[in-house]
């Protein structure tokens, strides 16, 4: 099944779109982010990479593909066909050449394509069962062949050591910083909901002590 799916700007390395809802079954999906993320960068660098291949990496394979000056990948299970994955990146492309393809060189800002997520998440879909009708027509279609698109691993794209080690850090740190943010937004919620029942709860009490006191008296 597809799981990610990122757009980036192979000049400097800029993330023009991804799916929004991406990675949500995925378990240390950050992780594989930040993977996805340091290819771009790695791209960006001038490396002389080919325009389409696959990298393996844990269960997954990230799968790309350059054009325009513009990479298009998505990870997938290493069960997932070959063939279907580069066919999705294939309409992606298509689509967001069409759409976005006069302004991608000027975009200035993360993710200023958004709302592509939109077509991203419909494609998707169309992708995800591999048993369909139309999937098995273009698994079984001769005129496009996946064979000769190089495999490689995470480590040999990335450099072993300390590019993935940055990663892992990036990861870690991420993780560590959302926690610190879960255990703050824990406090604020504890602090409003005392503002908020503290005086009645003062009020109460004043009205129960002199309830008592008043039967004692009687």
């Known amino acids: 099944m597809v799981k990610l799916t990122m757009i980036a700007r192979v000049t400097d390395g800029l993330p023009l779109a991804e799916g929004l809802d991406d990675g949500r079954d995925v378990t240390d999906s950050e992780f594989y982010k930040q993977q996805v993320k340091a290819l771009f960068k790695n791209l960006s660098t001038g490396q002389n990479e080919p325009s389409r291949m696959s990298v393996e990496t844990g269960p997954f394979v990230f799968h790309y593909i350059i054009e325009g000056r513009v990479c298009y990948l998505t990870m997938c299970d290493r069960a997932y066909p070959k063939k ?31 709302k592509f997520d939109t077509f991203i998440q419909k494609t998707k879909k169309l992708y995800q069962d591999t048993r369909t009708q139309r999937n098995i027509a273009k ?18 794209v990335l450099g072993v050591g300390e590019k993935l080690d940055q990663v892992s850090q990036m990861s870690s ?8 943010y879960a255990d703050k937004a824990r406090d604020l919620n504890r602090q409003a909901l005392i503002r908020k029942y503290a005086p009645i709860a003062i009020v109460l009490g004043v009205v129960f002590l002199l309830f008592w006191v008043k039967t004692k008296l009687w």
């Open 84 to 114: 279907l994955a580069f066919q999705y990146l294939e309409d992606l492309k298509n689509e967001f050449e069409r759409v976005n393809g006069t302004q991608i060189e000027t975009a200035a800002r993360p993710y200023a394509f958004i």
């Open 139 to 156: 698994l079984n279609d001769e005129l496009y062949e996946v064979h000769q698109i190089m495999t490689r691993n995470v480590q040999e």
């Open 173 to 180: 740190r991420l993780t560590s910083e959302s926690r610190i």
